[in-house]
């Protein structure tokens, strides 16, 4: 069968766009992702390698690889569950469900760490009785895992969302009629079907829990070996004028991003492969 193009636009027209998209794509993210490793390594791995090892930005790694560890496994178990009850079942308040889902999409995350600090500050709502109890959330781990946990949960939950409702419910109806009870239903069905969309979601999720910055900013109190994360690390160095640390430090941030964005690609390789298969 011959192939058919679906624009009419003529070749010159064509080009065109394509030169323009990778002008725009090489000044705005290549040119700039380039610029951060350059800068990392002007002085020699040496120093790149000691600005990555120094206690502070030891400390700024482990925090943000908790907070990830944590906010991540918890937003996949939400995604899950909601995705489940949205698209398995039909009760009052599913659009309200739905939108609390996108709010974190709505609010800026600065508006997010506020709305902590007042929940959870000293003068906040909960402030104090949390001191009573001698209960430290802003300005602590808890704090910077509420805040990260606000801002990426709505990633696993809107990429299994759609594919829920696009696959139907035919077979876990089938499994039902088989006889099998709910959680076999959700292990044997439902997670094989999924595997690739929920992979999908968690990388995203991921990715924007490591490199969160407005709302843990707001909540970690800027606490040098304590409570900054690696992108609040960054600025920090960058503040200081420390600019080969701070750029080792976001050529860091840019490297898991990259490999993120592989990961990412791979799953939509597989997930293709996996359509064309099923149809």
């Keep these: 069968m011959a192939y058919k193009p679906v624009t ?9 766009l394509i030169g323009l998209a990778f002008v725009i794509l090489t000044l705005f993210l290549l ?5 951060v490793f350059i800068e990392a390594f002007r002085r020699g791995a040496d120093v790149f390698v000691k600005s990555l090892t120094e206690d502070a930005a030891l400390s700024a790694i482990k925090l943000t690889i908790l907070a990830a560890a944590i906010s991540v496994p918890l937003n996949t178990v939400f995604g899950l569950a909601a995705a489940w009850l949205i698209t398995k079942f039909r009760f009052k308040g599913r659009s309200f469900l739905l939108s609390l889902i996108d709010l974190p999409f709505a609010v800026s995350p600065v508006i997010a760490g506020l709305v902590f600090v007042l929940l959870f500050g000293l003068k906040g709502w909960f402030g104090p009785w949390l001191r009573e109890h001698d209960i430290e959330i802003i300005f602590a781990l808890p704090g910077i895992i509420l805040a990260t946990v606000f801002v990426t949960f709505p990633f696993v939950a809107r990429e299994l969302i759609p594919l829920m409702e696009s696959q139907g419910s035919d077979q876990e109806e089938a499994a039902v009629t088989l006889g099998a009870h709910g959680w076999q239903i959700f292990r044997k069905v439902t997670i094989p079907n999924i595997k690739w969309g929920l992979l999908y979601g968690v990388l995203l999720c991921n990715a924007r829990a490591m490199g969160e910055f407005g ?3 707001v909540v970690s109190g800027h606490i040098r070996g304590k409570t900054n994360t690696l992108p609040l690390h960054v600025e920090v160095l ?3 004028y420390q600019f080969s640390a701070a750029f080792a430090c976001a050529a860091l941030l840019a490297l898991l991003a990259l490999v993120t964005l592989g990961l990412k690609t791979a799953v939509e390789h597989f997930t293709g492969h996996s359509s064309k298969r099923r149809h």
């Design 8 to 16: 009419t636009e003529s070749a010159p027209v064509r080009w065109l």
């Design 31 to 35: 040119l700039p992702l380039a610029a």
């Design 215 to 217: 709302a843990v900013s």
């Design 238 to 240: 960058y503040n200081e």
